[in-house]
């Protein structure tokens, strides 16, 4: 999290400072913090979450011992009576807006008619962000944006508008830097107080309707903080200005301009460090909640991929293997409907905060194929298989766009008052006995195998630790705590007689769950995590050899190409969304595309060219790299800004320093910066490369302080330092792409988990003029040939797959300097 003196000037000129001191927002000196874990926000100058959290205390899955009774919204319930209120956010396309258009608050979504409306008349701001499948985002909403009460009092003294997090990322960070600065913790909903030319004053997160644990309640606080604004306003005005000052100190990135690009000795740190606090019972890095960080297996998996009989190479992948198998295993994973959760409140992966994110789906199913590419068991691929089962069936667009989110919470029955977190996805013992008692084997129910398998329980198989306040009373979760083999054992069955049964279990389960109330999916459709799922779906396809993943990633890079590109400007949009009839639907006002869109789709980009070998989808992953560097890269001091200078309504541009839940953009787009100067490499392209080279180059210097002081907060971009110092594994093959001989050298370095991999076929039967970006290295021939080049020296040709399959095998990382003979000086 954010610290330094800056911090500290930030604490006392916000909620501390005299001349607001009879108002007291501190969110962290209770004894309970009641903060919802930070998904993906990555302030800088913070800690490395790897074994802490925004959080100060132990996450559990609710901190309220309110139930929550949800008002269904108008995108739910088509026979809803008409509702009483509606406001400005009527006619806005997100799913998160458009569950508060309702709200008795005179809701205005973020733009130039709300905030002049506050400069008119001179009043207060108040920004609630958050985001559609938000758990505590809902209790907000019920127990005070539906009160009527509380409505009447921020209407009447403030402008009250509403962000969807996910919609606009560059607002969101900027206020949870404030947020996280102030009060050392952050998370959803985010509540902060702007003057009316939008410099925050205070704030925090959730906040209760009334005063209580120890906390003023959020009516409190706005009575208190409207009183305060009418009597001094120009205290206010100055302390947002020193804030903001203090704000601008805090966003630059740590760096200094004499840093060289950091070595061997950074990266072994940041393996060092994963050991040591690598969780040995049920795997992941660190303790509860424990949430899937792909970024750290694709540093692991590169390390281990450098040289296959290191040592600390076969630890790094253990690490991998071990975790990927719990978490397969765990709650965490819907082992009825498939797909993942977001994160685990308990040790053992086993009790989710039950939502499903595209982005999370994406990153597992590259962590996944890497673990089948690592080991070629087959339980990894059926583990990716079931991802993309899951999101092709509930998370995708006919068209090809895939939706951002499916919610934690939903009704347990029709017309249920009130929704329940996990509802869809939880168990009663007596609930399944009937559905599955009735089919035997060898005189034993398939009730009893499966129990056994899923570690169900009469009275349910959730600790009080996990459930503190009893929600999920009775209710079971399922997870494998032991293993096919002890339970065939037990029952005396064969293999394929525990594979019969649970897959019978599963459809039968599948089936009765559909006839419950689904939870809410959030249809709105990102570029960046659009772009995850294509690389995902790309390298599934490569590593899986599966054609229709890569022909799933085509249609949705089309899909993109169509709804979220702009061609007379080449530039992309950030969302796109469902409307109400199911076609595609586009706000009045576009939202332009933040560096995140690019950065992760040109990586998809880059991986769909290798999994297809259309140079179609290089030239344009090039074309979009060209126009983020003109939008994003800031000339002064290196690296890129998470977005542009188009609107004048973000009060500050930040650059992101932390791979977190996703990677960040200066992360990715390091790899992909390299990876198009090796396509580029010697060719007749401008600069053959260096270009991109340097830049690549002057991102790692600028970060190079964080790399070494913090190395576990970068692992996606310290897996692009290795690339780096190590030169790309280049894979040249010459060849038409309908020779069968082609495409067997092809499925050798796909089927292989290679380091730093840049794969490049030139087919002579390519159009003219699509080829001019590879390496001019590759040579035609009459028979098909590859070139394995590392550390830009380039193997003899071999035309057959077992002379190619000896090359990759080769370690790709330098080989260790001689040491000198004794008496021999240099």
């Not at 003196?5 to 400072?17: C, K, N, Y």
């Not at 506050?118 to 019920?142: D, P, Q, R």
């Not at 830097?177 to 704030?203: E, H, I, N, R, Y």
């Not at 001989?741 to 370095?749: N, S």
């Amino acid at each position: 999290m954010p610290n330094g003196r800056a911090v500290l000037l930030l604490r006392r000129l916000s909620t501390g400072d005299s001349k607001l001191k009879n108002l007291n927002l501190n969110q962290s000196t209770n004894k309970e913090p009641l903060f919802t874990i930070n998904r993906d926000f990555s302030p800088n100058k913070r800690l490395s979450t790897v074994g802490q959290n925004l959080c100060s205390v132990k996450l559990t899955r609710s901190y309220s011992d309110n139930i929550i009774k949800m008002s269904k919204s108008n995108i739910e319930s088509a026979t809803a009576e008409k509702p009483k209120y509606t406001n400005q956010l009527i006619t806005e396309k997100s799913p998160y807006l458009l569950q508060h258009a309702h709200n008795p608050v005179q809701w205005y979504p973020w733009g130039d008619e709300a905030i002049e409306k506050a400069k008119k008349e001179n009043k207060l701001i108040f920004l609630s962000v958050g985001y559609s499948t938000c758990h505590w985002c809902h209790v907000m909403e019920k127990e005070s944006f539906e009160n009527e009460d509380v409505a009447k009092v921020m209407n009447e003294h403030y402008v009250n508008i509403k962000v969807d997090r996910e919609e606009r990322p560059d607002i969101d960070r900027v206020y949870m830097l404030f947020v996280m600065a102030t009060t050392g913790s952050g998370g959803w909903p985010m509540s902060v107080f702007l003057t009316p030319d939008l410099k925050p004053v205070t704030g925090g997160t959730y906040f209760p309707p009334e005063d209580r644990w120890g906390r003023p309640g959020f009516k409190s606080i706005l009575l208190s903080l409207a009183k305060k604004w009418k009597e001094n306003k120009a205290q206010f005005v100055d302390a947002s200005h020193n804030i903001m000052e203090a704000l601008q100190k805090i966003s630059l990135v740590d760096s200094d301009s004499s840093q060289l690009v950091p070595g061997e000795a950074t990266w072994n740190k940041c393996v060092q460090r994963y050991i040591s606090i690598f969780e040995p019972h049920f795997g992941g890095f660190g303790l509860a909640p424990k949430f899937p960080q792909a970024s750290i297996f694709n540093f692991l998996f590169h390390f281990y991929a450098r040289d296959k009989s290191d040592p600390e190479g076969k630890k790094c992948l253990d690490m991998c293997l071990h975790t990927l198998t719990k978490i397969a295993k765990g709650g965490i994973h819907d082992h009825v409907s498939s797909g993942f959760a977001r994160y685990s409140v308990d040790n053992d992966w086993h009790v989710p905060h039950f939502e499903k994110m595209l982005y999370d789906q994406a990153q597992l199913i590259v962590a996944y194929t890497d673990a089948y590419l690592a080991t070629k068991e087959e339980f990894y691929a059926d583990v990716v298989r079931d991802i993309i089962k899951y999101v092709n069936r509930d998370l995708r667009h006919e068209t090809g766009g895939y939706y951002s989110a499916e919610d934690a919470d939903s009704y347990p029955y029709e017309g249920a008052p009130q929704k329940k977190e996990g509802a869809f996805c939880v168990w009663e013992y007596d609930e399944l006995k009937p559905l599955l008692d009735d089919k035997k084997i060898n005189e034993t129910s398939y009730f009893d195998i499966f129990c056994d398998y899923f570690s169900v329980e009469e009275d349910g198989n959730i600790s009080m630790e996990s459930d503190p306040h009893g929600e999920l009373k009775n209710k079971n979760v399922f997870i494998v705590y032991g293993s096919k083999e002890e339970t065939m054992s037990k029952f005396e069955i064969s293999s394929e007689q525990f594979d019969e049964v649970i897959t019978y279990c599963i459809n039968i389960l599948y089936e009765e769950r559909q006839k419950r109330p689904r939870p809410h999916l959030d249809t709105k459709m990102l570029c960046s995590w659009n772009g995850l799922i294509i690389a995902g779906l790309a390298q599934a396809g490569q590593g899986l050899a599966e054609k229709s993943y890569v022909d799933d990633a085509i249609k949705t890079a089309n899909f993109i190409k169509e709804h979220l590109y702009d061609p007379s400007n080449k530039t992309l949009l950030h969302s796109c969304y469902r409307g109400e009839d199911g076609s595609i639907a586009q706000t009045k006002e576009p939202i332009k595309g933040f560096l995140d869109d690019y950065a992760f789709l040109i990586k998809g980009l880059l991986d769909l060219y290798e999994a297809s070998l259309d140079l179609y989808w290089l030239n344009w992953a090039r074309e979009l790299q060209y126009k983020q560097n003109e939008l994003f890269w800031d000339d002064t001091n290196g690296g890129y800004f998470t977005c542009s200078t188009n609107d004048d309504t973000v009060v500050l541009r930040l650059k992101e320093d932390q791979d977190g839940a996703e990677p960040s953009g200066n992360s990715v787009s390091c790899h992909n910066l390299q990876r198009l100067a090796a396509y580029a490499d010697k060719s007749e392209a401008a600069e053959g490369g260096d270009v991109e080279r340097n830049m690549a180059k002057r991102l790692l210097t600028v970060f190079a302080k964080r790399l070494n002081e913090t190395p576990t907060a970068l692992p996606e971009m310290m897996s692009a330092l290795m690339f780096y110092n190590d030169s790309p594994t280049q894979v040249l093959i010459s060849g038409a792409c309908s020779d069968p001989r082609t495409l067997a050298l092809v499925r050798a370095v796909r089927s292989r988990l290679l380091a730093g991999r840049v794969l490049a076929v030139a087919d002579p039967d390519s159009p003219a003029g699509m080829s001019d970006i590879l390496l001019s290295r590759i040579k035609c021939s009459e028979v098909p040939t590859a070139y394995v080049c590392r550390r830009y020296a380039c193997s003899l040709p071999v035309t057959e797959v077992a002379q190619l399959e000896s090359l990759l095998d080769e370690p790709s990382k330098p080989a260790p300097a001689p040491t000198p003979a004794k008496g021999v000086h240099n």
